[in-house]
């Protein structure tokens, strides 16, 4: 069996393969192939290669329900399939509660992780409690954000390693990445784990592994994610019951 991780080129290789020795192929479909998907004009060459690939693939495997509708809309039916994280990661946490609130964020410091929403949030917080950021990662965007967050209590940490970002994790009471474009992202499943109210953006990511407003706060725009990261912030009632719950 062959498991190609995208459709192009990577499925295409896999439909060769299964053409020539009759080995059966599962593949895997990113958001990146449905963005490709969506420019693409439907009579061009490129896009035919995409259908087919697709059409002669034993099992589909998508990461979350954004995934799985949008096949669904082209004709493909698919397996909703999450990425996991260990099991050590689950413990009970003491409570996070009480004046200060630490909030993260995780990825790279790139357009698409929207991590100017997470500064321009808290710059706009206009409540009491105390807060401390800390922002992970590097990237092109590093110096902007960083002079961007200027007059807050924001530490910006660079690249670390996978144990200090447990470590964060574990200190934060809030995490908070309104990434676009997103395949899975397991740093999500880790602030879970440890008990974050984690905030993400709807129709990426781990869309339709939680339920929203229960489990995990998801916003679509820069305003309904402010809304959404002062409501954490203010009540630890909320806080509290959606890290519980995720």
């Known amino acids: 069996m062959t498991h190609a991780h995208f459709i192009l080129p990577d499925g295409y290789l896999a439909l060769l393969i299964k053409k ?4 059966p192929y599962i593949l895997s479909v990113r958001n990146s192939d449905l963005k490709y998907m969506d420019i693409l004009d439907s009579d061009s060459r490129i896009f035919k290669q995409y259908l087919t690939v697709l059409k002669d693939a034993d099992k589909i495997i998508v ?8 096949l669904k809309v082209y004709g493909f039916e698919s397996r909703i399939i999450a990425h996991g994280i260990e099991k050590e990661l689950f413990f009970n946490n003491q409570s996070k509660n009480g004046e200060g609130i630490i909030i993260s ?13 997470v500064i321009n949030g808290i710059k706009e917080y206009r409540g009491d409690k105390k807060i401390k950021l800390f922002v992970a990662g590097g990237g092109m965007l590093r110096k902007e954000l960083e002079l961007s967050a200027t007059g807050l ?3 910006f940490l660079g690249t670390i390693s996978h144990k200090e970002i447990i470590n964060i994790l574990g ?15 397991l740093v999500y499943l ?8 984690v905030i993400a953006s709807k129709n990426t990511g781990i869309w339709g592994h939680f339920e929203d407003n229960k489990e995990m706060l998801f916003c679509d725009s820069y305003e309904s994610f402010r809304d959404k990261l002062h409501l954490l912030i203010d009540n630890d009632k909320i806080r509290s019951e959606i890290a519980e719950s995720g």
Do not use: C, M
């Open 153 to 155: 209590d924001a530490v």
């Open 171 to 185: 200190e934060s009471s809030i995490f908070a990445l309104p990434s676009i474009n997103e395949t899975f992202g």
């Open 190 to 197: 880790e602030a879970t784990a440890l008990k974050n109210a």
């Open 63 to 70: 990461h979350n329900r954004y995934q799985y509708d949008k």
């Open 105 to 117: 964020s995780i990825g790279q410091l790139i357009p698409q992780k929207n991590i100017d929403w």
């Open 20 to 23: 020539v020795y009759d080995i």
